[in-house]
């Protein structure tokens, strides 16, 4: 059985929506668990009127952190298949059927998505165009980019640790990328180059949230490439250096110059620390042949450029 969890607060219609679209799976031996965060509109009534048994309505006070919702779910789930799903998002109706196609193989599956406004029209035929087939992600791929939709996650429960979601570091903002990395380590995930939701773009963050989301991000993977070898590193470097141009721009749009200027000189010495500022600056001053001063070893590395290839110590990196 399938577990789907779904936190929600204050979005009747849109949470309703979600619920029909799922009870339309062609796939159809799942457990639908609603975590209420306090909602004061007509969530309730509406979910109860579904009468349906494979909804489960769970209601709290207040809390104001995905993380404890999406928990509470996982440690309520009967299902040994675990899916998340956000309450604005809406499945297409053979999503389950296709992803369980690939549980035997994989113990995390996600895939692409149509984006569409809440009228239900198109703004874009794929939220990600990175690819061209099927993808088998790792640790380096998400350093990249969060390339995991949760409203298309599928995973084996018995993959999660005893806490999934980190409810104190990070609550209700980035949560799920850092879920993401943490099951990479030792897990390949599955990416289905299909569209098997309809992700609904609309303003639902506030504007405190918008800085938390490059902030988590960046503080996420700087704890994440601590973990993995030195040489995959350089992808969690290059994914830290967009977030904090992201969070620039940012702030450069509402005026705080303050930050601006200490994120720009944060970004500096990112580039120091991980050589890439080095290797830029001397090839555009020379392709061919230069010695650089390697800032983690304290050593002279000859590094010769090969076409598009680097060549460090005639060894590829």
């Not at 799922?22 to 579904?50: M, P, V």
């Not at 790792?138 to 350093?143: A, D, I, K, Q």
């Amino acid at each position: 059985m399938v577990s789907i969890i779904i936190p929600t607060y204050n979005r009747s219609k849109l949470l309703l929506e979600c619920v029909q679209a799922i009870l339309r799976q062609t796939y159809d031996n799942f457990e639908i668990l609603i975590i209420d965060d306090g909602s004061t509109d007509d969530t309730e009534k509406n979910i109860t009127a579904l009468n349906d048994n494979r909804v489960i309505y769970n209601k709290f006070n207040k809390i104001g952190n995905l993380s404890v919702l999406r928990n509470y779910g996982v440690n309520q789930s009967k299902g040994e298949i675990v899916a998340f799903c956000d309450d604005d998002d809406l499945w297409l109706q053979e999503k389950l059927e296709i992803q369980l196609k690939f549980i035997d193989s994989f113990n995390m599956i996600c895939s692409n998505a149509e984006i569409v406004n809440l009228e239900g029209s198109l703004i874009s035929e794929k939220y990600f165009s990175d690819f061209v087939t099927n993808k088998q992600l790792n640790t380096s791929h998400l350093f990249l980019k969060n390339f995991v939709i949760t409203s298309t996650v599928l995973l084996k429960k018995n993959i999660l640790p005893q806490i999934p979601f980190d409810t104190l570091g990070y609550g209700s903002t980035a949560e799920d990328y850092d879920l993401w990395l943490k099951l990479s380590l030792n897990n390949l995930i599955y990416f289905i180059n299909k569209n098997l939701i309809k992700y609904r773009f609309h303003s639902n963050l506030s504007h405190t949230q918008y800085p938390l989301i490059f902030v988590n991000s960046i503080n996420i993977l700087n704890k994440y490439k601590m973990l993995v070898p030195k040489r995959y590193r350089r992808y969690a470097n290059w994914g830290v250096l967009k977030f904090r141009k992201d969070y620039i721009i940012l702030n450069l749009l509402n005026r705080r110059l303050f930050i601006v200027v200490k994120e720009i000189l944060k970004m500096i010495l990112a580039f120091f620390d991980s050589g890439l500022l080095s290797l830029l600056f001397f090839r555009i001053l020379n392709p061919k042949k230069h010695i650089i001063y390697n800032l983690d070893k304290n050593t002279f590395k000859d590094i010769y450029w090969d076409r598009s290839k680097i060549r460090l110590n005639n060894k590829n990196i």
